[in-house]
């Protein structure tokens, strides 16, 4: 997935350490996964809803000298920070960015480069998926000493994560709008069903045992021609919006009510789209 001799360095992520005493509980009362999985495993995935259900962030959230710490982009930390402390009240729960570590995506091939000789690094398999992708956080010293890697930056992520279908959802979702199913929140590991209520939990589980999604995210290939608009029509009727592209793969909302074949072209501005379920997904 990742080529070997390839590391992104994510310096648009940030980190919220989250400790106290009543840390688990607080932290289970308001994310859509269970905080429980640490206990077996080094990482999850999960996201904050509001009180109606409707998504507002997504981070993954690792344990670290037995407190927490929640990855997010960098652009919402402060947010994230003040929401947290928001609904904290009178719990103990110490909440603070901390800038300790740095973060990188990496391929199992290549986490030799960042254990060997350095306990300080943190290093777990993303959870969304069954692969070779690995997350490390490494203290803000840390230097890479193979001359035959190559560091890649944002710009080159954000490329390929389009190219390879793994959403974004701060450009993938509208926030404050979207559901957790229509962003097929489930597929990528991100909710349990089983751990009992948390903010939000009502809509998405309504949802799933209804049976009734309008629309999910479907990774897209683009024949791009001049331009793309925001909506997508298919024989004149709206039937979804694009979401983040690099003019030859994306991600799109397709509506799931009306009966298109993948095999079809749909129009978005003067080009042309085929839609299919991403890889990842759970189908």
Not at 191 to 218: D, N
């Amino acid at each position: 997935m990742l080529e070997p001799n390839k590391i992104f360095k994510l310096n648009k992520r940030s980190l919220i350490l989250i400790e106290g005493n009543d840390k688990f509980d607080f932290i289970q009362g308001i994310i859509s996964n269970d905080i429980k999985f640490l206990e077996k495993k080094k990482s999850i995935y999960a996201a904050m809803l509001s009180p109606q259900g409707r998504y507002l962030y997504d981070f993954f959230i690792t344990n670290h000298n037995n407190n927490f710490l929640l990855e997010c982009p960098s652009f919402q930390a402060t947010e994230i920070y003040k929401k947290l402390n928001l609904y904290k009240l009178r719990s103990d729960v110490k909440i603070k960015i901390i800038e300790t570590f740095d973060i990188f995506l990496v391929s199992k091939l290549n986490l030799d480069e960042f254990t060997i000789n350095n306990s300080e690094c943190l290093f777990f398999q993303d959870p969304r998926f069954n692969n070779s992708l690995m997350r490390v956080y490494a203290p803000k010293e840390f230097t890479i000493k193979n001359k035959k890697i190559s560091l890649m930056n944002e710009d080159q992520y954000n490329d390929f994560r389009i190219n390879m279908s793994i959403p974004d959802f701060t450009k993938d979702s509208k926030k404050e709008k979207s559901l957790l199913l229509e962003m097929r929140f489930d597929e990528l590991n991100g909710i349990s069903w089983e751990k009992g209520c948390y903010l939000g939990q009502e809509i998405t589980a309504r949802m799933k045992y209804r049976g009734k999604v309008k629309k999910k995210i479907f990774s897209i290939s683009i024949d791009f021609k001049s331009r793309l608009d925001e909506k997508i029509f298919f024989n004149e009727e709206e039937v979804g919006m694009i979401l983040s592209h690099n003019n030859v793969k994306g991600f799109a909302f397709i509506d799931m009510m009306t009966d298109i074949k993948p095999s079809e072209y749909l129009i978005c501005g003067d080009s042309k789209i085929r839609y299919e379920e991403p890889w990842w997904s759970k189908k």
